[in-house]
Every structure is written in C-alpha cells, then in structure tokens.
C-alpha cells in the first residue's frame, strides 16, 4: 500500500508568505502521525482539507519555537472538537516539562486526553505493521531524528486468487502459508504469494552534520531532510555550522551515503525565497534523485 505525506510546512525559524513553519503529517491506515508542529500547523490542516482530529500521534524533533508553537492551539482545536482518542506525543529529554508549560500558559477549554512519552535512540514504538525508531541529532538542545518502517509481510496475490475463484474463510488458511484443496485440486500456497519488501521513511530536522544521521537513514526509501543554508562561496556552510543546521550538498550526502532512494529537501531558510532551483542543482550535483518540499504539497512512498 501507498503510505502518504503531506508537507503542511516547509520553511525555517522566520516563515514566509509561501512556506509555513515546519510540520509533515505521515498517514499509515489508522495512524495518522504529524512530526513537529509549527506556528500555524492547523490551518494548514485546513488548506489542505484535512482534519487535524485525525492525529494519533505527535512527533517531536525538538523544543525549538518553530517546530512546537502550533501545540497550544491545535490542542485547543481538538479539544473543542470532540476529539475522542488518546494523542501520543513522544520528544526528547524535556518534553514533559515543556508540554506542562505549554498548558500553563493559556486557559486552556474543554479536555483532551494525551500520554507524553519521553524517548531516546532506538525503537519506540512497534505493532504488527510498522515499527518508529529514533537517533539524537545535533543542534545545542535535546533533538530527534525519526524513522517509520513498514515491516516486511507475505502477501497473496490478489489476481491469481481471482483467476482461481478462491474466495471465503480458505483465503486465511493460504495466508498462514497453508496448502488448500480447491474444486478437488491441490493448491500449494507459496504459488499465490509474494514478499512485500519493508518500507522505510526517514526525516531529519535540526542539525549539524553528525554520523547519526547516515545511521538512521540507512537503507530509506524516502529522505526527508532539513536543508536551511546552501554552500554558496563557503559563506552558506559557515552559517549552517554556526547556527546547527544544514546545507542541500550535505543533505545530499547523507542520502548517497545512507544509501536511501529518494531525497526530499524542507526546513528552507526565508534568505532563498524564490531560489529554490538553486538549492535542488546543489543537492543534484550530489544526489539526482532529489526534490525541494513545498507547503501543501503531498506524496506517497
């Protein structure tokens, strides 16, 4: 199955009137999980005639304002909205103090119920169809990277199944890797399946250049990473060491090195307003299979 992302905001600490602060909403069947939550994030949601009270699950990279501001009123919205599940919010070291902090500074209406989870490297979440992991980036404050892999499964081929008018409760049986008699023939059922490979997605926000980012987007078949700064005349890389982010070439080079399959670029800084296209050809150089996020735009992996 095709997983979808939307980009609900693609820019960086100062947005524009063409990209929002930063925000990306992963659907995976009932899952419908949002990485960060900049000022702005639900009427995003809007524009993109979407229902925030979708969410289940709330991804913080880090603390920073342009990643979480939009928290105060989208739990408001929700709360005022008869959201009826519990929101899992997971962050790094300190995000239970913030979340505190976060509803003290307003008076809050209504109730919402929500479970705050407060995560390190490694695996975090895991069901029977896809498991959340997570490593430490670099940037002057607790930050996360996240990866969502679909896991590998067997799958019956759904046109053979029909050729052969197999239908009803045996189909389970095929499934479990059972052989079937049907209208009086044998049926082996390794002939009717298929192996769907795993699925991984990998985004990466706030950081200096470090190994962690090559680890957790190893093998990713789509690479969402913040690319504030680009290398123009040196004077782009210095900025992006000095302010712990970035540039599209280093982007690039973790997609290459990570082995991932496609690279999409986000987090871009107000500075390239309108040179987008330069952005990509530095990512290119490096990685040909790259694109530049846009606010509301979507895709599926």
């Not at 000022?39 to 289940?56: C, D, S, V, W």
């Not at 342009?66 to 919205?77: A, F, M, V």
């Not at 987008?276 to 790259?290: G, H, N, P, S």
Request: proline share 2%; charged share 30%.
């Amino acid at each position: 199955m095709k997983i979808p992302i939307v980009f609900l905001g693609t820019g960086q600490a100062v947005p524009t009137a063409r990209r929002n602060h930063s925000a990306i909403l992963l659907s995976y069947k009932s899952d419908n999980i949002l990485i960060d939550c900049g000022e702005g994030t639900q009427r995003q949601f809007r524009k993109a005639h979407l229902n925030p009270g979708m969410i289940t699950k709330l991804l913080i990279t880090h603390w920073h304002g342009d990643h979480i501001l939009g928290i105060p009123g989208l739990l408001q919205t929700l709360a005022l909205s008869g959201y009826n599940k519990q929101l899992e919010i997971y962050g790094p070291k300190g995000t239970q103090y913030y979340m505190n902090k976060i509803l003290e500074m307003f008076v809050f209406q209504g109730a919402i119920k929500y479970k705050i989870h407060e995560i390190d490297s490694g695996k975090f979440f895991e069901n029977s169809d896809f498991y959340l992991e997570a490593e430490k980036m670099q940037h002057g404050t607790p930050c996360l990277a996240y990866s969502f892999v679909e896991k590998e499964k067997i799958r019956l081929v759904k046109e053979k199944l029909e050729k052969l008018k197999i239908k009803g409760k045996i189909i389970a049986d095929l499934a479990k890797g059972k052989d079937i008699i049907w209208n009086e023939k044998k049926i082996k059922a390794k002939d009717l399946m298929y192996k769907q490979e795993q699925k991984k997605i990998t985004i990466i926000m706030d950081t200096i250049i470090n190994k962690n980012m090559e680890k957790i987007a190893e093998n990713s078949d789509l690479l969402i990473c913040e690319s504030t700064f680009m290398e123009d005349s040196e004077k782009g890389k210095d900025l992006a060491a000095d302010y712990s982010h970035l540039t599209a070439k280093q982007a690039a080079e973790t997609a290459k090195k990570s082995k991932s399959k496609k690279l999409i670029l986000t987090h871009l800084s107000q500075r390239y307003q309108g040179k987008e296209k330069l952005i990509l050809e530095e990512a290119k150089k490096v990685f040909k299979d790259t694109i530049v996020a846009e606010d509301l735009s979507k895709v599926e992996v």
